[in-house]
C-alpha cells in the first residue's frame, strides 16, 4: 500500500533537461524529508538531493549542484527533480526515497521506504 512512484526518466542529450517526478502514496511525509539518490552500473548509489518537506530546505551534492533543483508539491505529495545542463556521467536509475531530517541525508541507509527507480540516460 505504500508508494513511491517515480517518473520522468528517459533519453537525452548531454546539455538537455529532464524533470523527475516521484508520487507518493500510503506513508506520511510531513515531519520527514525526501531525497534523490541515483547509481549507475558498477558504481555505489550515491546521494544526489534532498527537501525537508516542512521547511522546504534543500541540499545537493556538488556534482550536480547549480545544474539540478530538488521542489514539492505538498497537495500532489509529489516531489519533483529538474535536471538541467545534463551530462554522460548523470547517466544513472534515479530513485526517490524518504529520510528523517537532520544529519546523514547524504547516506542512503538512513532512508527507509524507496521507489522502483527512472533510468535516466544521457547521450553524448
Known amino acids: 500500500q505504500v508508494q513511491l512512484v517515480e517518473s520522468g526518466g528517459g533519453l537525452v542529450q548531454a546539455g538537455g533537461s529532464l524533470r523527475l517526478s516521484c508520487a507518493a502514496s500510503?506513508?506520511?511525509?510531513?515531519?520527514?524529508?525526501m531525497g534523490w539518490f541515483r547509481q549507475a552500473p558498477g558504481k555505489e548509489r550515491e546521494f544526489v538531493a534532498r527537501i525537508n518537506w516542512n521547511s522546504g530546505n534543500t541540499d545537493y551534492a556538488d556534482s550536480v549542484k547549480g545544474r539540478f533543483t530538488i521542489s514539492r508539491d505538498n497537495a500532489k505529495k509529489t516531489v519533483y527533480l529538474q535536471m538541467n545542463s545534463l551530462k554522460a556521467e548523470d547517466t544513472a536509475l534515479y530513485s526517490c526515497?524518504?529520510?528523517?531530517?537532520?544529519?546523514?541525508?547524504?547516506?542512503?541507509?538512513?532512508?527507509?521506504?524507496w521507489g522502483q527507480g527512472t533510468q535516466v540516460t544521457v547521450s553524448s
Open positions: 526515497a524518504r529520510g528523517p531530517l537532520g544529519g546523514g541525508y547524504y547516506n542512503a541507509i538512513g532512508y527507509n521506504y
Open positions: 500510503g506513508l506520511t511525509l510531513s515531519g520527514y524529508a
